[in-house]
């Protein structure tokens, strides 16, 4: 019951926040300021604005051939070889593009081995190809809030984190 | 005494005659002197010998041009390649049937089944030892791969073929072996063949200059060469081709020295590296590791001994034992060869004969170690000499592992051929040129780049180089600058006639393809059937700013032509730039960087440089998202109809430019963004528009690639639309479209049409959304 209340809550909440299409300016700098990152960058406005969809079983995030490198990818990285860990993800998109869990995954690759920019530009396209899929939405969102702990929001982190953890209202576990 | 010897000095006759000894000792000094400096002479020029030989020798010996691989292909349960596909990725790669896959580089076909002996080979994050693979096929694709234990395997990636190397300008390409990688059939055998006292002369034998001098008496022509291996050697590493006497000594010397200087296994290792054995256009094809991957496309270790015959029968003379043009006579020389193995006792008589039985085996030419790719090579040479020198291009050996997929290249460059012959003789039309980029849609990977229509012509590079007026290909620009500026994919634009003010008293007024006016037309229709006047009015509400802007920010290029007319396609583009145009609309709004290297690695493994996917987000992703949907449409409905593809969930636009110069397509499918240009070099008209010209080359292409249906993860804003008044409407009672549109309660409706009017709407009935505001 309190589940349902906490979604109806939440429904409303979000068509409340939800922005209106704003044209964008023409000279606005994209390079530097993604989106979904920085929107997301004044707390007060929380929660972000995804479509939300009621609670329906999902696919395995990944095939067989992509959870082999995915966990070849965990291997490496635990032994600090982040080349190769980024490596076994690259391939994994090659088969699986679509895959926004892959993409966030690379995006923390990135993070690990140091390199910010192309995190960002990943965890970016995870957020945009998560669509729907409430397991996705997580992985994408939590690598955004892994990026902003590195470029050192960490409220921004945090509050990302508290949404999308297992009790938040975003975890696919919560619903 | 005294005056005696006075005399003996300065007096006359028998006195006055210099004493023998004194003439001797005169002779033995001046021999001394000159001979003095004719060995200070000589052991200066051995010195210098020395000196240039070594640092020439040590130099080259190692010299080694990068190499560059295609990408892997990879194997995996759900994989759509198909038995035929896969069979045909070994054979490029230079695997061999066999009737049981016993060695690396050979495979066995039973039935759906394909057991293959996989070579070892270093990835760029592995080293993969070679294993024995089971892949089971269905019609669809790869069911399941075992090992040869009968173990689940859940990917595996096939060795790539390697597709070109950066020799240096002076043509010499080569692949370097250290001795442990030479067959002992081929260090024996050519000294059997070519110098049987290798392992004791000094430099040069006497014995062998002697029989080739009889041998050439008695054959009244230079039938036989006296040269050792080491002066083979020394004249492919130093001199000319020249047959003199001075020329003759100076290789002596040389040889001499070098024998002097490194040892007997390092001489032979460097002339396996580096005898000359063919020519394929400006490449030079040195060594027996390059040798045997352009003869016979495996490596050298892989060779059967009629095969290690061949390539030393061709040192002789490669060009007049060019098994490709002169198979009989190279036929003839490699048996003889065999014979001298059998003599040596290097193969057993069963052996002989069952080599001397084998053709002769060799490859057609255009195959792996080849510069065969040339225009995808110019974007791999563009993006390397960014962080490389040519210097360390072409000798430090460096493995460079590329996007390119072959058989999409192959296919491409095939279909360019067959298309452009049939429309050239359908049309009566000559000199078609053609130029095809495809892009990976979600990493912006190359996998293959068509320059023109010749495949492996090195010339001018129409998909890199090649600009030309992209026509209505611009038009999603200004759809947009639209969605960003808050309008619908429904909404309605009239198709009339418009004049636009330019600078200085001047106007512009554009015309329709087909000089007809359309009336109001929804936004989906007018960039579905291409509306020109539709166009132009829009784009002057959405403004030229934003639309340039648009390009920017989608190609990361600045316009040339900032006009009225860039809306129309006046600006002219590149293939290459045009894929990321569209690329930005394929991934759902990022801007792709073009790559076609994902790595360099050092001869040693160690990798130098790793490419990441390079994405900027350029669009809202449901900004790119619509307009995927509209140029869903547009394949259905529009322009792009006529497609063997159309309704199969791809998307496309066509192009045309003025007088039909320019025949454009660009499409794209979940996985592929697909650009095909079709015009002249001259510029000339064609008489081809997109869909007629360049649309008919890219489905063939798309229909061997195989289409994937293009996915739409949010769909809850999408409605069935009618194509010709943007009106919503039910599929069954009119001509419909999906697009996504924004608070469908508030839009018009068909009446009778399925939908129910709300209540808001049902006093007024419909209206065309925003008319009289724009």
């Not at chain 2, 005494?1 to 005659?17: D, H, I, K, L």
């Not at chain 2, 030419?365 to 000499?385: C, I, T």
């Not at chain 2, 924004?742 to 006093?763: F, H, M, R, V, W």
């Amino acid at each position: 019951m309190n589940y349902l209340l906490l979604f109806v809550l939440f429904l409303l909440t979000g068509c409340m926040i939800a922005p209106s299409p704003q044209p964008q300016a023409p000279n606005r700098p994209q390079v530097t300021t993604p989106p979904p990152i920085t929107e997301r960058s004044t707390p007060e406005t929380a929660p972000p604005a995804l479509p939300v969809v009621p609670p329906q079983p999902t696919p395995p995030p990944l095939s067989e051939a992509t959870q082999a490198l995915v966990e070849g990818s965990q291997k490496a990285s635990l032994k600090g070889d982040h080349r190769n860990a980024i490596a076994a993800l690259e391939r994994a998109i090659r088969i699986d593009g679509r895959n926004a869990d892959l993409w966030a995954r690379l995006s923390v690759a990135y993070l690990r081995d140091g390199r910010v920019n192309p995190a960002r530009q990943y965890a970016n396209r995870a957020t945009a190809l998560a669509g729907n899929r409430p397991d996705w939405q997580r992985s994408a969102w939590l690598a955004v809030a892994a990026f902003e702990e590195q470029v050192g929001n960490h409220a921004e982190a945090e509050r990302i984190r508290a949404l999308y953890s297992p009790e938040g209202r975003y975890s696919p576990e919560g619903r | 005494m005294p005056p005696r010897r006075n005399a003996n000095r300065y007096g006359t006759g028998r006195a006055r005659q210099p004493a023998p000894m004194g003439w001797l000792k005169r002779l033995f000094w001046l021999f001394a002197v000159v001979g003095l400096v004719l060995a200070a002479l000589a052991l200066g020029y051995l010195w210098y010998l020395d000196r240039t030989l070594t640092d020439v020798f040590e130099g080259r010996r190692w010299s080694l041009p990068a190499q560059v691989y295609a990408a892997p292909v990879e194997l995996y349960t759900g994989s759509p390649l198909t038995q035929r596909e896969f069979l045909a990725e070994l054979e490029r790669s230079g695997y061999m049937s066999a009737r049981s896959p016993r060695l690396p580089g050979s495979f066995t076909v039973t039935g759906e089944t394909v057991a293959v002996f996989l070579r070892e080979f270093r990835f760029d994050d592995e080293l993969r030892a070679a294993d024995r693979i089971e892949v089971q096929f269905r019609t669809h694709g790869i069911v399941d791969i075992t090992t040869g234990g009968g173990h689940a395997v859940p990917l595996v990636r096939l060795d790539p073929p390697l597709i070109g190397s950066f020799f240096p300008s002076h043509g010499e390409d080569r692949v370097v072996l250290n001795p442990e990688d030479v067959p002992p059939l081929l260090k024996e055998g050519l000294k059997a063949v070519e110098d049987k006292s290798f392992d004791t002369h000094i430099g040069f034998s006497i014995k062998g200059i002697s029989r080739a001098v009889w041998a050439n008496i008695t054959a009244g022509e230079v039938a036989q060469g006296g040269s050792t291996l080491t002066q083979q050697l020394v004249k492919s590493y130093f001199l000319d081709n020249s047959r003199t006497i001075k020329r003759k000594l100076h290789e002596l010397a040389m040889a001499i020295v070098l024998e002097a200087r490194f040892s007997k296994e390092d001489l032979l290792n460097a002339y396996i590296n580096e005898i000359f054995l063919g020519q394929s256009g400006n490449r030079a094809i040195h060594g027996f590791g390059l040798g045997a991957q352009f003869y016979f496309n495996r490596p050298l270790n892989e060779l059967a001994p009629h095969e290690i015959a061949t390539l030393i029968a061709i040192i002789r003379g490669p060009s007049y034992y060019d098994p490709f043009r002169f198979p009989d006579r190279a036929l003839e020389r490699r048996n003889r060869v065999l014979d001298t193995f059998l003599q040596d006792g290097l193969i057993d008589a069963t052996t002989a004969a069952e080599e001397i039985a084998e053709p002769l085996g060799v490859t057609r030419k255009q195959r792996r170690g080849g510069r065969y790719y040339p225009a995808f090579m110019d974007v791999v040479r563009a993006s390397l000499v960014q962080n490389y020198s040519r210097e360390d291009l072409a000798s430090k050996g460096l493995r460079v592992f590329s996007t390119l997929q072959p058989r999409l290249q192959e296919s491409i460059q095939r279909h360019i051929a067959e298309r452009l012959t049939t429309l050239e003789k359908n049309r009566k039309i000559e000199k078609l040129e053609a130029a095809v980029v495809i892009l990976d849609v979600q990493t912006g990977e190359l996998l293959a780049l068509a320059g023109g229509r010749e495949a492996g012509f090195e010339g001018f590079n129409r998909a890199t180089n090649g600009t030309r007026p992209v026509g209505s290909l611009m038009k999603p620009l200004v759809v947009l600058g639209a969605l960003e500026e808050g309008w619908q994919l429904v909404e309605v634009i009239d198709d009339a006639p418009i004049t636009v003010p330019l600078s200085r008293n001047k106007s512009w007024t554009p015309k329709n393809y087909d000089g007809k006016v359309h009336g109001p037309v929804p936004i989906v229709k007018m960039l579905g059937n291409s509306l020109n006047l539709g166009t132009v009015r829009l784009s002057q509400h959405v403004g030229m700013d934003r639309i340039l802007n648009l390009y920017g920010r989608m190609t990361g290029i600045k316009a040339t032509n900032p006009n009225p007319s860039f809306v129309l396609g006046a600006e002219s583009m590149s293939p290459l730039d045009v894929a990321r145009l569209y690329a930005s609309i394929a991934n759902g709004g990022f801007r792709t960087q073009v790559k076609a290297v994902t790595s360099v690695v050092t001869e040693e493994g160690e990798t130098l440089y790793q490419q990441p996917f390079e994405l900027e987000k350029a669009l809202e992703p449901a900004h790119a998202d619509a307009m995927t949907w509209v140029l869903q449409a547009g394949m259905t409905l529009g322009t792009g109809r006529g497609s063997r593809h159309a309704g199969k969930g791809v998307a496309g636009k066509t192009g045309t430019t003025n007088d039909f110069r320019d025949s454009w397509f660009a499409g794209f499918d979940a996985r592929k963004v697909g650009i095909v240009w079709i015009g002249r070099d001259d510029n000339k008209a064609t008489g081809l528009a997109g869909a007629n010209g360049a649309l008919t080359l890219w489905d063939p292409i798309f229909a061997d690639l195989g289409v994937e249906a293009i996915t739409h993860e949010d769909d809850s804003q999408v409605r069935y639309v009618e194509y010709n008044s943007g009106l919503l409407a039910a599929p069954h009672c009119a001509v419909t479209v999906r697009i996504p549109v924004t608070e469908p309660e508030t839009l018009p409706y068909k009446e009778g049409c399925g939908i129910e009017a709300p209540e808001s709407q049902s006093e007024e009935g419909w209206r065309w959304p925003f008319w009289d505001n724009r």
